[in-house]
């Protein structure tokens, strides 16, 4: 049965991002199942945006959880999340990231229906509940659904928002990392990934470990690929490991890819913070072997160590040794290599859009529509009450 | 007092006015999702125990296992007929359900599963059970998260004081055994 599925993203669609890209792959994968799909969400460029997507507004840049978000609001952006709901006609709409000040509350405060939301990050309490507390409180009870991508962002809704959500977590798109070099024709390379100055990423971790490593294997050759002033953390390295190293600064979503399809290892020194690791399943997707922090995130990503090798967080030492131990032993880094392929399978989004389309079918019934929420406006509430008076009253008299 | 004074105690009126007419309408529009709720739910069991049914009779399963299959989704069937706001006849569904998911775990194993699937029809049909299955656990998990956030804006003490829930029965949260077959989890 084809649906009309409406799709909320917060943040603009011209910018990269996760919630942004977590929006558009659910979205074509709902399309090649049949389904009817618009996406609602913030666009600078007019230009080359492809036919379903709806332009809610022009972003405004604003510091938001952390970091400077991209966001849509205003009268402007209120007037056209309300034309979407009314022109849309959706069976269900899907609101990512609920509670982000932007079209997604928008579109929470605007409609009824059958709606459902994903939690993609954690919000602090504070920023929640002492902000808008009743607001916040008023737009997620509308939600007949919440889904979690992360057990991490499940136990933050649950903890200091209230409410339960299904852990669903997030897809990959298979297909655009299946390797074309098998493990044997792979370059001897090590590969990061990440901002490099964000401490979190845990370069520094690897940088330390790079002594011990390319004393047992003086031609291995590192690329490391992220945004940020390498020159600031090659000072602080000895040359003759400054030499193995390749700074590539930023790099687009295709040369990820290729990179991912070259290189023998994958190393994700994360000192926390990843509430899933989603590169991981890249990587793994790519056939690249992984090897990576013994976070909660990671360990239950590479199945306590089965699809990859695993070392102790913060630990250059640690991380040395599982470098060289799948690199030393080619028969164990395959076998990991054919365990990670079938583990992102597991992740593909062909597989996860099941589960979302069940929690679909799990909030409506027969010829449940999304419509206009007119409580949300001041005189809305009582032209609402005042059409519902009047149309029992005509159907008192028929 | 002067004329300030009254200006003040009027926008404070005003605004709690204002506060309890929002409220209500919070409670409105859960009572109405809970509402809904129940009945994605209802369809979703009436789906799953009809399946069961088919698969029961479709001479897939073994006889034992389907006489068991067979009674317990006739058995869940019968119980959904009644007024589901009585708490008995909820009771007794409960009841009804749980013993189909018990029947299901009991009879659907790795090989029994393996078997059906082999035959013609066989496999749309474990499909469909395991996706209804899937379905009954996801509503009654909303449901019953509906069910509490309405409890909890029920139980404050403005709500109670000014009776905002009007005549509303008190929600009920759904308590059933709906767990799935391990064997039909893992498709």
Known sequence: MSMRVGLVCPYAWDVPGGVRSHVSDLALTLQLRGHEVNVLAPVEEEEELPEWVTDGGRPVAVPYNGSVARLSFGVQATRRVRAWIREGDFDIVHIHEPLAPSLSLLTCWSARGPLVATWHSSHDRSRVLTAGYYIAQTAMEKLRGSIAVSEEARRTLIGHVGGDAVLIPNGVRVKDFTPDAHDRQRRRELLFLGRIEEPRKGLSVLIDALPMILNQVPDLSVIVAGPGDDEDIRKDIPEHIDRAITFIGTVSDQRKQELLREVQVYVAPHTGGESFGIVLVEAMAAGACVVASDIPAFQQVLENGKAGRLFTTNDPRSLAEAVLSVLADDAARRALVDRGATRAEQYDWDTVVDEVLDVYDSVRVQGDKVTEDLRGQALGRFAHRAAFGLGRRQGGVE | ?187
């Not at chain 2, 404070?12 to 409105?28: K, P, Q």
Request: charged content about 25%; glycine content about 6%; hydrophobic content about 50%.
């Open chain 2, 1 to 187: 007092m002067s004329w300030w004074w009254l200006l003040l105690v009027a926008v404070l009126i005003g605004l709690f006015g204002l506060y309890l007419s929002m409220t209500a309408g919070r409670l409105d529009a859960l009572h109405k999702r809970i509402d809904t709720s129940e009945l994605a739910l209802d369809a979703h069991l009436l789906r799953r125990s009809s399946v069961a049914l088919e698969l029961a009779t479709s001479g897939l399963l073994d006889p034992a296992g389907a006489i068991v299959v067979a009674e317990a989704a006739h058995a869940a069937r019968t119980a959904a007929d009644g007024d589901h706001r009585d708490a008995e006849h909820r009771q007794i569904r409960a009841q009804a359900e749980s013993a189909l998911s018990q029947a299901l775990d009991a009879t659907l194993d790795e090989e029994e599963i393996q078997q059906v699937r082999g035959a013609p029809g066989g496999a749309e049909l474990i499909d469909e059970l395991a996706a209804s299955a899937r379905r009954v656990q996801l509503s009654r998990r909303f449901l019953n998260d509906a069910v509490r956030a309405c409890v909890q804006l029920r139980d404050q003490r403005m709500v109670r004081a000014f009776r905002l829930a009007g005549t509303s029965p008190w929600p009920q949260a759904v308590e059933l055994d709906d767990s799935l077959p391990p064997a039909l989890a893992t498709g």
